[in-house]
C-alpha cells in the first residue's frame, strides 16, 4: 500500500505531496485560476507520472539489452475532454527522445513494450479513456538548452 500526505502550504491553493521517505513535489494552480502558479498543476502530475514510469520501463529494457543510453528525454502532450467536469485526459502523445547505442528498432520495441504491456500509468490513463500515442526520435546531438 502506498501512503501519500498532501499539505496544503498557503492561503491559496498550494499544496506539498509526500511519500513515506519524506520526497516531496508542490503542487498549485496558476495565477489565472486563483493559485499562485508555484507548483505542477495536478493534472499535469499525471503526465509526469506516466513519463516517469513509462522511463523506467524503457531504462530497464533497454540496460537488459546492454543498450547504452547517452541521453533520453519525453516530450508528453495532453488534450483533456472539452466542456466536462471532471475533465479527463482525452489524448495523450509522447515524443521519445534517444541518443545512445540501440537502433531506433530497438528504442521503439522498448517503448511499445512499457506503453502497451508494463507501464501501471499508461493502462490507467487508458482505463479512463485516454487514447495514448507515441513515436521515437533519434537524435544525433544533445543541446543543452
Not at 491553493?13 to 513515506?20: L, R, S, V, Y
Not at 508542490?26 to 502558479?37: A, C, F, K, T, Y
Not at 502497451?116 to 495514448?132: H, M, N, P, Q, W
Request: aromatic content about 6%.
Amino acid at each position: 500500500m502506498a501512503k501519500m500526505i498532501v499539505t496544503r502550504i498557503n492561503e491559496g491553493f498550494a499544496f506539498n505531496a509526500m511519500d513515506e521517505a519524506h520526497n516531496t513535489m508542490r503542487l498549485d494552480i496558476p495565477v489565472d485560476q486563483g493559485g499562485h502558479g508555484t507548483g505542477l498543476r495536478p493534472m499535469q502530475t499525471l503526465l509526469s507520472a506516466l513519463g516517469a514510469c513509462s522511463g523506467v520501463d524503457i531504462v530497464m529494457i533497454l540496460n537488459k539489452q546492454k543498450e547504452g543510453i547517452e541521453f533520453f528525454e519525453m516530450e508528453i502532450d495532453g488534450e483533456r475532454e472539452a466542456n466536462k467536469e471532471p475533465a479527463l485526459w482525452s489524448t495523450v502523445h509522447i515524443l521519445f527522445k534517444f541518443k545512445g547505442t540501440m537502433s531506433k528498432e530497438k528504442a521503439e520495441k522498448a517503448c511499445a513494450l512499457s506503453i502497451d504491456k508494463y507501464c501501471s500509468v499508461a493502462a490507467t490513463l487508458r482505463a479512463a479513456g485516454a487514447v495514448i500515442t507515441w513515436h521515437v526520435e533519434m537524435i544525433e546531438s544533445v543541446s543543452n538548452n
